[in-house]
């Protein structure tokens, strides 16, 4: 159990981070770093938590980050620019800030000294289209040069690379995780199933982008939070990568859209439009290396992560903010 840590969180306002602190406050002084771009701490009860204290910075800014991280026992890097829409938009600050940013969190990491964890979030698109049942020693796949979409993975693995390179140069005890398709109370960007449920529950047509045949395996936020506490926890981690995901809640996009009308009781129409540029065609984790080495099993089903999710999302509709024209799944 950890307890009595100082955790250092850079992107901690956001999504899977938040749920991160709700496990971790109550026993552990928290510092968040955030640029607040999104924020979904504010709307929980840890955002005024006495054991939580909130930073406005940059992970750009590397004296900042650094004099703010001072004192962390543990830091978890979550910051990055997310969402295929702003990728695909902001291509160049994808890079800067997931790269640059991911340098300056580990080389701080390294100057404060006395870190006894840095965990890293990597991604499951460093897979590329076609991931069935990858393992972490797969061969890391980055697309094709010039396709925007792929400014995310590139600069992910970059980090990824860069986190075990500090481990093996400097003794940095780092870690890393491949979170695969994360969804769940609290979401408030541009994952599809987040938007499709709140259509849904709207009775508005569902969008699918493509021929709806695209394969996910889909992880719930409390699963994903329960492999980053094995990461954090157990001692075989040290200089490893993890999948997190949960292969068994597998779907096709089109198989989605279904699911959740069927669990809310929607009558939405399930619409095709032409899709919008690359995409994965496939991704489903192989798990058995989180599970062997650190003891991590996710435990909720898609039906049981839906609703959940459903039943959230109804009753905080107001605090979301609009949706956009398109998505990306």
Known sequence: MIENKTIFITGGAGF???TLIARLAERNRIVVYDNYTRNTLKDTPFDQHPNVTQIRGDVLDFEHLKASMQGANIVVHAAAIAGIESTV???VTTMRVNMIGSANALEAAHQIGG???FLEFSTSEVFGSQAFKVTEGASTVTGAVGEARWTYAVSKLA????????????????VTVRPFNVYGPGQTGEGALSIF???????????IFGDGAQIRAWCYVDDMVEGLMC???????????FNIGNARAVVTIYGLAEAVCRVVGSQ??????PALSADIELRIPNVDKSRDLIGFSAQVDLDEGLRRTAQWIAANESLLPALAPIFRS
Not at 268 to 273: A, D, E, W
Request: net charge positive; glycine share 8%.
């Open 159 to 174: 980090g990824e690379h860069l986190a075990h390179a500090y481990f093996k140069q400097h003794g940095l005890p780092t």
């Open 16 to 18: 899977i981070a938040s």
């Open 197 to 207: 449920i709140r259509k849904a529950l709207k009775g508005e047509d569902l969008l």
């Open 268 to 273: 939405s129409k399930i619409l095709f439009r």
């Open 115 to 117: 870190v006894e964890r």
């Open 89 to 91: 938009k902001n291509p």
């Open 231 to 241: 990461a954090l926890e157990h001692p075989n981690a040290v200089g490893e990568s």
